[in-house]
């Protein structure tokens, strides 16, 4: 599928699950406040610690998890390209002063280099294709610093959500394909830069609370750290 139809499918299609900027919309799933409400704590508690972090949050949706990293992070950038997902976040989130909301697709998202400590991403990546996620993950390793973290969680194999959608655009990748996918980029510095960065695995586990609510096994995240891969060498 081309990548410009594929944008415009993927758009078209939250654009349907966006008008009212709800839980249940975001998730797709009937039982959304109950595993929101399980979930939160159990993926905040894999982050590393957020105190002094300036943060980027992509996919942020309504905010459910903005909110919270707001609350421990020196400053939280919230990305998603819903405008009434951006609009409900802020509304709920902005008084907190510490945040900015932008909505942007995430194909099209520029930031200057070695601009984030962390970048975290919940149920974003799945929406991409192969090629666009390449081309993400190489712009997520210019924006961390040195040593920086990437937090992402998707649905893999196959859909968890009980609400029924007319399309379905979602790639369910399984964890191995992510891994390749991932660490196949490698970022260099621009000049005078000597570092050739890549990901490397930190943490990979299976989300406890849809295992728990749903027997679900497929709700899987990451963490990985932007590490040095090797030295560039330059010719005298």
Request: net charge negative.
């Amino acid at each position: 599928m081309e990548e410009g139809v594929a944008r415009r499918e993927m758009t078209e299609f939250w654009q349907e699950h966006s008008r009212e900027a709800t839980v249940e919309e975001m998730m797709l799933d009937s039982s959304a406040q109950l595993l929101s409400k399980n979930e939160l704590p159990e993926i905040l508690s894999l982050l590393p610690n957020l105190g002094g972090l300036t943060m980027l949050e992509l996919g942020a949706g309504i905010g459910r998890y903005t909110g919270h990293l707001v609350k421990k992070a020196r400053h939280v950038t919230a990305v998603d390209f819903m405008q009434t997902f951006v609009d409900k976040n802020r509304q709920d989130n902005g008084h907190h002063g510490n945040a900015e909301f932008i909505q942007s697709d995430v194909t099209r998202l520029a930031f200057p280099l070695h601009s984030f400590d962390l970048i975290f991403s919940n149920w974003l990546l799945m929406y991409l294709t192969d090629e666009e996620l390449l081309s993400l993950t190489e712009r997520m390793l210019s924006w961390l610093r040195p040593g920086g973290y990437l937090f992402f969680r998707e649905s893999c194999f196959h859909k968890s959500g009980d609400i029924k959608v007319a399309s379905n655009h979602t790639n369910y990748r399984t964890p191995a394909v992510y891994n390749d996918l991932m660490m196949s980029v490698v970022w260099e510095e621009p000049e005078p830069g000597r570092w050739v960065y890549r990901f490397d695995v930190t943490l990979t586990k299976a989300v406890e609370t849809y295992i728990k609510l749903k027997n679900n096994h497929n709700q899987i995240c990451w963490l990985m750290q932007k590490v040095v891969k090797d030295e560039k060498t330059f010719v005298q």
